[in-house]
């Protein structure tokens, strides 16, 4: 369970790569607060991919002031999203030589960890609000998701390769998201982790008599 909280963390505070969401934005130009501030939707990486134009329809581009942040979040929720998913992975067949962090069900082990050891947990959320507050606050004047100088040695020279890179760490994220929303909704109705179901053959909460359905 600790590895999980672990990934979590380093998602929570790190980049895969500084990220420079914007379209017209070079590999090593940071923009200014005013910049920031006056973004349209229509300069973001990924507006027009698979949608081809910009696809809205609760308006939250409106807001030209907000898009920034809503863009950092997005950024920042995705990364934590990509390592959860790989923690709840790894925790099948990984853990701490401690039994409090041997249950291999994502939020089984959480409750677990919550109920045995409270003192760790809040020991791990004390040093991600730390990290958050200080070295990797984000700040206006970079872009969005851009974490000071953190993974800079892997941005290629080249400005449509990094454009590309941006895109994918977009869309994963995004599918990170829901695919770590449906592992948990998965293990509360059938009981099990994403693994253990496979292992198992449950691969579907509805009729085979091991799930909620």
């Known amino acids: 369970m600790r590895a999980v909280f ?9 980049a895969f790569v500084p990220s420079v969401p914007l379209a017209n934005v070079g590999t090593t130009t940071s923009i200014n607060r005013k910049t ?5 939707a229509e300069d973001l990486v990924g507006v027009d991919t698979e949608t081809r134009g910009l696809w809205d329809p609760l308006g939250f581009s409106r807001n030209e002031e ?8 997005e950024l920042k929720h995705g990364r ?3 390592l959860a998913c790989l923690g709840t992975l790894v925790q099948t067949f990984t853990h701490l030589p401690d039994p409090v962090f041997d249950n291999p069900r994502p939020l089984a082990a959480l409750s677990q960890i919550l109920d045995q050891r409270p003192l ?6 004390l040093v991600i609000g730390a990290l ?5 606050r984000q700040d206006s004047s970079d872009a969005p998701g851009q974490l000071n100088n953190f993974g800079a040695n ?12 941006q895109l994918k760490e977009l869309k994963n994220g995004r599918l990170a998201m829901m695919a770590i ?3 948990f909704v998965q293990e509360k109705l059938t009981g099990q982790g994403p693994i253990e179901q496979l292992l198992v053959g449950h691969a579907s909460p509805f009729g085979d008599g091991q799930g909620y359905f």
């Not at 760790?120 to 959320?125: E, P, R, S």
């Not at 892997?154 to 890179?165: A, G, H, N, S, V």
């Open 6 to 14: 672990l990934l979590t963390l380093m998602g929570a505070v790190a």
């Open 36 to 40: 920031v501030l006056s973004m349209g």
């Open 66 to 73: 907000n898009l920034y942040r809503y863009r950092a979040v």
């Open 80 to 82: 934590v999203a990509m």
């Open 120 to 125: 760790a947990a809040i020991q791990i959320f």
């Open 132 to 136: 958050e507050l200080t070295v990797f």
């Open 154 to 165: 892997f941005i290629p020279d080249d400005e449509e390769e990094f454009t590309k890179l």
């Open 181 to 183: 929303i449906g592992q």
